[in-house]
Structures are given as C-alpha cells and as structure tokens.
C-alpha cells in the first residue's frame, strides 16, 4: 500500500458518516366548523365543495356530518353509507368502521337520518365520540365540521373545537339576525374569536359586502370576535344541477360561476394559517369544552 492509499483510508475513517435524513414534519391537523344561524343556506354545499377543493389539492379531508339528526353530507357525494355517527355509542364500533369514503381523499362520519336521540348527546354519549374521533387525528390533514344550524347544544360542541369557523348566511334580514346569535354564544360560550364570513347566494358583490358590513359592525359594537370577509356564492342554475346529480359544483362544473367563487373562497381560507394552534388536539378541546359547560361543582 502506497503513501497516497494510506492517506484515503486515514481520510474515510476521519469523515463522519451522512446524518440520515430527516423525516418530513407532518402539517399540524386544521379543523374548520361550517355553520350558520338560519338553515337552507347552503352550508352543507359550502362544506361540501370546500372538501372537494382541499382534496384536489392533496390533503386528506374528513368531513364530520355534526347536523347528527339530519344527514346531508353523504346525499351531497351520492354515497349511501351503512353506518352513521350513532353506531359510535355502540359498545366495540370503532370510527374506523363509520367512515365511509366519498372521493378519493375524502371521507365522510355520516349522521344519522331522522335519529331522536343524536339531537340531544348526553354527556356519557359525548365521551364515547370524543374518544373514538381522537382515534382519527394521524389519518388526515383537514377536519371539516359541518355543523346544525342556530345555536343548540350539539353545535356547541362540534363547532367549539374548530381553530375557525365558516359562518355561511344569505342576504336576508333573519338571516343576519340569526348569524349575529352565533356569533355571540359560540365567542361567548365555546371561546371562538374567527368567523369567516360566505355570503350564499348573491346577484353580485355588492349586496354580499353590504350584508358583511352590517354583520361586522353590529359584531364589533357589542362583541369581541374578528369577522373577516372570505367572499360571496352567485346565483348559479349549476348548483342546483350539482345538486341533483348528487356531485360537488365544483367537480361537475368547474368553470361554472358558482365554482369559481367557490374556489376562491378556498384560495382564501387555505392559504392564511389557521388562526390558533390546536393544543393537544381535538379531543383535549372536547374535553375542555365539557369542563367549561358542565361549570364549576
């Protein structure tokens, strides 16, 4: 062995070996809540399409149906699941055996149609779907809650664990009433402070801004919570179509001008970062959101 050879091996033994790579950190899970004050608003179809959006953009999407005793999110992908949210109460059924896969990269907790005793969740009944929902956390990217209407006990509790909410309204005066009432329990009562505001449906821009306006500045004279314009959905024959043909506009009629505002409310709401991280989870903020219901003993 010459001089040159022993100088190489005393150089590889002095090189320390290449670190390996490091794995790529996971985005922190998002949960979104999409409600309103007054229903027939088109919060589902809201839910709906932003899913569709997401998922085309290569995140994994669950969608909660949380409007437990009326089912429309399934009705929305024409699936007919076999289970819904309510088998959950059931000794040994686990989330997994719920879910039921409406697109690729979308899943769906149905609710149940026409269930009594999903409108009214006990707090035992509370602790078994926190307890199964924790469950689901690792499998996706995006938790989309879509929410009953008005400012009942349920919406309280689905809707209080979203980092922020989707607050869907129409430009009618009922409307705005009722969407100022959920605005102020969810701050109030499950400490919500972002609302981002849709207005469905409009003629044009106009009338959506004049509804928001009216909407911040009522919520700013009396409450705490930030709204922020997120945009409007036109009048489009194409959702009703979407609609019927049991399919999301957006993946029907993609150039249609419902979808195309609806892609840019998406464009909207995904390209800022959630509003607050969420600590622990959505099974901490269930837990903490029971806590704080149940008040002091």
């Not at 409406?102 to 026409?114: E, K, M, R, T, V």
């Not at 006990?153 to 869907?168: K, T």
């Not at 029907?252 to 998406?266: E, G, K």
Request: hydrophobic share 50%; aromatic share 4%.
């Amino acid at each position: 062995m010459d001089q040159a050879d022993n100088l190489r091996l005393r150089i590889v033994a002095r090189t320390p070996a290449p670190a390996p790579a490091a794995e790529p950190t996971r985005e922190a899970l998002r949960v979104i809540a999409v409600t309103s004050g007054k229903g027939g608003v088109g919060k589902t179809n809201v839910s709906a399409n932003l899913a569709a959006l997401a998922a085309r953009a290569g995140k994994r999407v669950l969608i909660i149906d949380a409007d437990l005793g009326l089912a429309n999110v399934d009705i929305i992908f024409g699936i007919k699941p076999m289970r819904h949210i309510g088998d959950l109460l059931q000794p040994g059924v686990s989330a997994n055996d719920v879910l039921a896969q409406a697109a690729p990269n979308i899943h769906i907790l149905p609710a149940g149609s026409g269930v009594q005793r999903l409108t009214e969740l006990d707090r035992k009944d509370k602790l078994r779907l926190v307890a199964a929902l924790d469950t689901l956390e690792e499998r996706f990217d995006l938790v989309i809650i879509d929410s009953g209407a008005g400012i009942g006990d349920n919406v309280l509790f689905f809707v209080g664990v979203a980092q922020e909410v989707v607050l869907v309204l129409s430009p009618e005066p009922t409307s705005l009433v009722d969407a100022y009432a959920v605005v102020k329990v969810l701050s109030q009562q499950a400490g919500i402070r972002n609302f981002a505001v849709v207005i469905n449906p409009v003629v044009d821009e106009m009338p959506a801004r004049d509804m928001f306006q009216k909407l911040s500045t009522v919520t700013g004279r009396f409450l705490t919570a930030k709204l922020r314009h997120l945009g409007y959905v036109p009048r489009d024959e194409n959702v009703h179509r979407a609609v019927m043909a049991q399919r999301p506009v957006v993946d029907l009629f993609p150039m249609a001008p419902a979808s195309r505002a609806l892609a840019a409310v998406a464009e909207r709401l995904f390209s800022e970062p959630a509003p607050q991280i969420l600590e622990g989870g959505m099974k901490v903020m269930w837990q903490r959101l029971m806590r704080e219901a149940e008040g002091p003993r």
